[in-house]
């Protein structure tokens, strides 16, 4: 494959998970006004809200059988569209069986899109022979905080969502769309074929998954305590003001921004594990910090350090996924463990928020940070996961190597 083919390639990449990062702050964030257009009690707002994860983990196992015919790139090149015109439709529709078709869609498409964007992402870092997956991931919280500012606007001026979800949708769709011509599906073709090589169709014991998967759901609830608690905590618990209580999940994306920027080279300089380990004791102690903070300030200072810790897992363990799903099954096999460890990021959601919330009710909201703390935790017992392996089929993950593209066969 060219040089110049690879970098069109992780741009293209790059540019879908900025555009996912958008897409999602943009639901998210104003859940409040869409609650409210369509009428949806409280009650029945968190079978709204959990629809959409657990639709996601279906469309991820989905993905995972359609990548044995069909090319993670076809996949992301139909998949992100739906997931911006069912946002559209989201802030569009006027009655209940309309917003639930338009998340349901959403959620299946964004399962598909999450899964395929991160077996791209795995398999041209692999074609690159050097940690880049970082990167992907920091243009996603790039795009995360752009999609929660465009939402704190439109809240401000109180800007409908058709109004406010239109003019992105009609700027972003046909940048994904161009953009998806340099899409690059390492081990594939140029023209989205699978390679036939080995293990283009294995399978992955879900054993050897297992640790990473685990991982990945702590990760999940740890990033789900910091988004749906952080303004409850500092507001009720350290006696912050509502506007102070604004800030703790944008200090936290903008660390998180800062530091899957740089998290690359720390990955190149020291190795995978060493910085998994590295962010999870930061991790762990921005939790220590929140749980035992005496004020709003210290407890600002801990969602701000959780950033820094969290940023660096989930990215790392879809790499490390991929690395020792080709140790064992080759090439192709990648895309299917990133398909099942992609479900646990939903699992981890899903659990996050309840857990938390449940634990903070009964017992109390400093000791429930503690709680995802020791989880995050559970991270060091298997950082060894994330060291490359002894490869079965001779690939050198540490070195570039030769990928297939269909018209080129060069060198990386």
């Not at 972003?172 to 998806?180: D, K, N, Q, T, W």
């Not at 102690?285 to 801990?302: I, S």
Request: proline share 5%.
């Amino acid at each position: 494959m060219t040089d110049a083919r690879l970098r069109h390639g992780r741009a293209s990449l790059a540019l879908s998970f900025f555009v996912q990062g958008v897409a999602f702050a943009l639901l998210v964030t104003r859940i409040p006004a869409i609650q409210d257009r369509y009428g949806i009690s409280d009650g029945l707002l968190p079978l709204f809200l959990a629809a959409v994860p657990v639709l996601a983990g279906v469309g991820s196992v989905a993905t995972e059988k359609l990548v044995v015919r069909r090319p993670p790139g076809s996949v992301l090149r139909w998949s992100q569209p739906v997931v911006l015109l069912s946002l559209l439709a989201v802030g569009a529709g006027s009655s209940v069986w309309q917003i639930a078709l338009a998340l349901g869609v959403f959620g299946l498409a964004v399962g598909a899109l999450d899964a395929s964007m991160n077996m791209l992402g795995v398999s041209l870092q692999q074609a690159y022979g050097r940690s880049i997956m970082l990167g992907f991931h920091a243009t996603y919280s790039l795009g995360g905080i752009l999609g929660a500012s465009l939402s704190w606007a439109g809240a401000h001026w109180d800007v409908p969502l058709a109004v406010s979800y239109l003019p992105v949708v009609l700027v972003l769709l046909p940048a994904v769309l161009l953009g998806s011509r340099w899409y690059v599906d390492g081990g594939g073709s140029e023209s989205g074929k699978s390679s036939d090589g080995p293990g283009a169709a294995a399978t992955v014991p879900f054993r050897l998954l297992l640790p990473l998967c685990l991982v990945m759901a702590f990760a999940y609830i740890g990033d789900s305590t910091v988004s749906n608690w952080s303004a409850k905590y500092l507001q009720d618990v350290l006696g912050s003001s509502e506007e102070l209580a604004t800030i703790p999940y944008n200090a936290y994306m903008v660390t998180t921004l800062l530091g899957r920027a740089v998290g690359d080279l720390g990955v190149r300089r020291f190795g995978a594990a060493a910085v998994v380990r590295c962010g999870t004791v930061l991790a762990a102690v921005g939790f220590a910090v929140v749980a035992v903070a005496p004020g709003p300030w210290t407890g600002l200072a801990g969602f701000t350090l959780l950033g820094l810790g969290l940023c660096v897992i989930v990215p790392q363990t879809f790499a490390a996924a991929g690395r020792r799903a080709v140790s064992y099954g080759g090439p192709g096999a990648s895309n299917a463990a990133v398909a099942r460890l992609n479900v646990f990021n939903y699992v981890g959601f899903l659990i996050g928020a309840p857990l938390v919330g449940g634990l903070g009710d009964a017992w109390s909201y400093r000791g429930a940070m503690l709680v995802p703390m020791l989880l995050v935790l559970v991270t060091l017992l298997y950082a060894r996961s994330f060291e490359p392996e002894p490869d079965r089929y001779g690939v050198d993950h540490e070195r570039p190597r030769t990928v297939d593209v269909g018209r080129s066969g060069n060198e990386v």
